[in-house]
């Protein structure tokens, strides 16, 4: 891993933390991207923050190709960042919506638009997309979020096709409940038993794995499950 260089997103906090710690310990390079990185200030002079709402899509657009001037050798790109919300469809406001769907979906394929290319020129790269169980079933309250996973599952198993024979591989990775901040500001939780949730953990060395699989070798797509599943509302 020590040639390689990873951009992450939601990098300071939970799966994206996980992540970031384990691709710095393996000796890979990490450009993290998060809104605050108060919360993680990994001691690797390998890792580099950069704030970054990726939700202001004129920022990404202003971001991301000065990044790739800086950091020539990037060749993974991790999109994980997003957020949940989980109510009836008709207590969201159109600019709720409009803002939910950016965060969620529009801003993960503005990203690999711009990391796709730049990878394809090169001839390799990986690309290794967060997604949620919520892509593969539809669930009452989660009208927004499952939008938002089926349709980034659906473009991801588009992209990989479209890079097909041009050396960039494709992952999609669906986590049922993972035990992390994400809940802070839900109503529930996974329970409490070590078999109600996955850890972050769990996930990252997934994450790696697929990094280090043989080139020639295309992982699809990968769906997890806590082995017992439990909610705990708040």
């Known amino acids: 891993m020590e040639k390689r260089k990873a951009i992450v997103t939601g990098s300071s906090s939970g799966i994206g933390k996980a992540i970031t710690s384990i691709l710095l310990k393996s000796g890979a390079d990490v450009i993290g991207l998060a809104r605050d990185h108060k919360k993680f200030k ?3 002079d390998r890792y580099f923050p950069i704030s970054l709402d990726l939700s202001d899509f004129e ?46 979906l529009i801003s993960h394929i503005i990203l690999c638009r711009h990391l796709v290319s730049y990878m394809k020129a090169k001839g390799s790269g990986d ?3 967060i997604g949620s169980e919520a892509s593969l079933a539809g669930k009452k309250k989660a ?8 349709g980034l599952r659906g473009f991801t198993q588009a992209l990989r096709d479209e890079c097909s024979n041009t050396g960039v591989r ?12 994400f809940f802070d500001s839900l109503n529930f939780k996974p329970g409490d038993a070590e078999n109600n949730a ?6 990252a060395k997934i994450v790696c794995d697929i990094i280090k699989t043989r080139q020639g070798t295309i992982i699809d797509e990968i769906n997890i499950s806590p082995a017992s599943k439990s909610i705990i509302f708040k």
């Open 59 to 104: 920022k990404i657009e202003s971001v991301i190709p000065q990044l790739l001037l800086e950091h020539a050798d990037i060749d993974v790109l991790i999109c994980n960042a997003g957020h949940g919300d989980f109510q009836a469809l008709e207590n969201f406001s159109s600019k709720q919506i409009s803002k939910f769907i950016n965060l969620n």
């Open 170 to 181: 494709v992952c999609l990775i669906n986590p049922g409940f993972v035990r992390s901040p």
């Open 143 to 150: 009208t927004l979020y499952s939008a938002a996973k089926f």
């Open 198 to 203: 996955i850890e972050t953990d769990d996930i």
């Open 42 to 44: 990994p001691n690797f």
């Open 127 to 129: 690309i290794i997309v």
